[in-house]
Structure formats: C-alpha cells, structure tokens
C-alpha cells in the first residue's frame, strides 16, 4: 500500500543489492538503515536540509546526530487529491522520535481514518523507489505502525 | 499619540470574488482601485506611493495598473508575500505614511486564480536523463512531494488542525467537528453577494464531498477565485483638513502587525502557523490597547476548516487549548458572542490569494461603519482581520470605528 514507486520491496534485509543510493542525503542506508540529522553544536537544534546557519542561533556548525527510528505519530493527514504523478491516498505525518520531529509518510498501512491515528507507534523502515539505467536502486524511506 | 501618528483608512473597496472570464489581471486591480478612491473622495493626484500585491502574475502589477488609473509618477512597491500578500501591501503603505514621507497611501492586491486547481503541491516534472542524481537542499535524487509527506496546502493545513486536536487530547469526532466549522462559514456566506459562493450547505453535503486531504473535503478548503482589493490610508493631520463626511466614514487602524515564524523545534518539518499568529496577535492587542474580549467581529484566515480552528486559540479568542469549546458554544457564529468569518470567509467567500488581506479589512470596516447591510453586526465598533502566508508571513490589522 505504499504506492510510492514502481516496485515495493522490504530491503532492510536485502542480500546484496548492485549499487544503491538515497532518496535523499539525511536517510543512511546499509543494514542499519536511520535517519541523519545536522545538530547545531551551540544549541542543538537538529536540521535534516544543507545549512548556512543556525536558524535559532545563529551559529555556523554542526554535527551529524542519528534520529530515533521509532517514534509517535503527532500529526497526519490522508492525502487524496495531489499533484500529477503523485500516486495517491498516502498519509503523510509529522512523527516525535525521542523529541526530533520528522517529516514522513505511514506506509504499510491502510491510508484511512480507521487505521491511522495520532498517537500512534511507528517505526522508519525503507522501500525500493525504482532503478535508474544504470542499475541504481534509489530507496526511500517511510514509518510502519509497530506492532504490539 | 498625535494626529499624525495616526493611521486612518479612508476608502476601502473589495471586488466581487469568483469567475471573472473577461476581466484580466489589470481590469480588477483597476477597479478595486477606482472604487477605494471613490469611497475616499480622493484621486491618484492625492495618493504619494502605491503598494501593488499579486502572486501568480507576471510581475509589475502596480505600474500596469498605474498605466490605467494614473500615472503620477509616485514610488509603486510591488510586493509578494504569500497569503499575506495583500496584508503586506497595505503595511507598506501604512509604513510610508507613518514615517511622514507622504500623508496619503493607495494598497491593492489582485489575483486571477479562478481553475488554478491544487496549490503547494511539487508537480516537479521528472528528469530526463534517466539515472538518479541527488539535487537541492536535501540531496534528493526523485521528488519529495507524495514520498515524504505532503506539500499541498489542503495537507499541510490538514496536520495543522490534526495536531491541534492531538495536542489538546480531543476525544470527538474530528471529521464532523471540522466539517461544522466549514458549515458555519458557507452559512454566514449566504449574505454576502460579492461572495464566490452563497450556498448554504448541510453537514452531510460537506462531508459527502470530494475528499482532498482528510479532513478536509473540497467545501472544507479555500476556494480558488479571481478578485481585487484596494484601500487608500491618510494620516491623522491630513484627515483633519478633509471633509467632516471623509472624517466620519474613515476607519482607525488601531493596529498593524506583521510577523514571521521565530524558530521552533518542528517548524522546518511542519510549518508552524501557530507561533507567528499569536504573537502577532499579542503585539496587535497592545498596540490597540484592546484585549479580544473587546472585539465585535474577527476576519481570520480559514484557508482550511482546519486552520479556522487553530486560529481561535492563536488570535486568543478563547483560553490557551479552548478553541474546540469556543467553536461548541456557538461563539463564532454570525449571532454569537464573537461573530468570526461573517463573509463567509476563505471556505466560500473565495480566496483570490493577493485580494484577501484587504478584502478581509473591507469586511471588517463595513461592519464598523455600520455599511454592512443585510449581515450587519449590530453595534459593531472594534474588529479585527487576520491573514497567514505560509512559508510564513501574519499580518494582523485592527480597525476602529471613527469617533468622529
């Protein structure tokens, strides 16, 4: 159901894929696969785009932390209406990991008001996007409810 | 404070809102501007600078429009500021007159949006060379729009209004709760003629429409229209010398606020509309020397069902986490204790994005001149007009009856 690319495949425990590379720079792939977030070494506010500075402080440095890959659903939406090629229902939520706040959508589970809720425990989990000519499998990442 | 430190609107004019096939970008923006110059009793001779709104246009939308109305050779500033766009461009025409470089000022914002369909949403078309190549400030090999959340207005403001219930631990039926808040409005529309839309529509109408980012369905979320707003703004002293009618009729701008978002953890992932309206709200209130408890009618930007909500609580209308109970007690409605969106706002007045921060003053002025016709607030004396940009930019103006 996660309607995001041409294939759908778990590769968290993939075997030895040709090359592969990030939907974007902040998701580490590999067998451990998390999110990379820039933390600025005078307040710690923590980015995930390429910065210039800190928006909070002002400073100019920062330090690479990992992001909780488990966290609580703050706030979703059911997209249903989107741009062209934007494959759709998707939920897309804001989720807290251990008080970061992520931009992601829930996949892996039903896109509707009965199955997604805030609240909710999710964990980040990636999915084959597609393959370039090259042989390149570009992955992307989401959150999956945890079961328990 | 003395006269001249006085800000005054006076000549206000907001154009019908809707489909406007024959009338171009010019033709509309003219019109606001004859019209706020009538309802001044002045001419582009009187008026010493332009600031000109518009968005989705080509650019230069104030000298075009100097080329029809008049062209005096005034400084024009084009501004563009998202939503709040229209707002912008009657600050920086208060800006000008308040720092005495002219005593009179003409804002219009315009926008042609009728059909535009989707706003916000990436629509980024795919590359052509076919191998992954990482671009822009997240290194983004394919677009991110649809594959880590959403960049639609509708779906942004969803988890605005989502989050707000979250927050306050709501146990209801969000759906129908948002869907109520929309109901109201297209209700209070049903009096306003230059409305887009003047339907009444039931709840089950609302809800039964087209999903486009649950939950907000299509009648939940603004409508894309054409339409203008212009208002001409004099200082105090000037306003003495003019006619005891032009002193009457002038509306006080008690208050003119603009701000943007100050960081929060959260608001690179989510825009936070929250932060920036409250605070603008703080600074408004203090300027006016007024408290909400003062207010007759509020004008707020429900750009969504969903960010209505939020905004009751941001322009403090009710207590810190009371915007559900404020919307319940039947408060906002056009015959409750705090008539909000009397237009019928966003929802179903329409939202022209550059038109909308005047228009939402307009509305407020003919309350508080007693003009408002059929929907009139009774007795309405102070009111306020908000308007949120996203990216993001509040503009806040609180207007008073003359005392003259």
Known sequence: ?148 | MSASDEIWILGIHMTKFGKHFDKDLVDLGSEAILGALADAGVTMADIGILAAGNLMGSGGIGQQLQKQVGQTGIPVYNVSNACATGATALRTAIMAVKAGEVDMGLAVGVEKLAGAGLLGGGGSKKSDDNTWEPKGRYGAVASTDGRIGTDTMPGVFAQVGMEYLHNHAYGGAEFELFARISQKNHSHSTLNPLAAYTKEMSLEQIMGDIMIAYPNTRPMCSANCDGASAAVVVNGEKLKTLSLEQQRRAIKISASVLTTDPYQEACQVLPDVNTLTRNAAKQAYEQAGIGPDDLDLVELHDCFATAELVHYDNLMLCDEGGAVDFFESGAPWRDGRLPVNVSGGLQSKGHPISATGIANIWEVCQHVRGEGGPRQIEGAKVGLAHVIGLGSACGIHVLEKSAA
Do not use: W
């Open chain 1, 1 to 148: 159901m996660t309607s995001t690319g041409t294939t759908d495949t778990d590769t968290t425990s993939a075997g030895t894929p040709p090359s592969q590379v990030p939907l974007v720079d902040y998701l580490v792939l590999g067998d451990d696969p998390h999110l990379l977030a820039s933390e600025c070494t005078a307040c710690g506010a923590r980015y995930f785009d390429r910065r210039n500075a800190c928006a909070s402080c002002f400073a100019t440095e920062f330090t690479k932390v990992r992001i909780a890959s488990e966290g609580t659903v703050r706030a979703f939406t059911i997209v249903a209406f989107a741009a062209p090629g934007v494959p759709v229902p998707f939920v897309s939520a804001v989720i807290d990991c251990d008080g970061t706040s992520v931009r992601g959508n829930l996949i892996n589970v039903e896109p509707d008001p009965d199955h997604v809720h805030t609240g909710m425990r999710v964990r980040l989990t990636t999915y084959l996007l597609g393959t370039d000519d090259a042989g390149t499998e570009a992955i992307g990442f989401g959150f999956e409810p945890v079961e328990n």
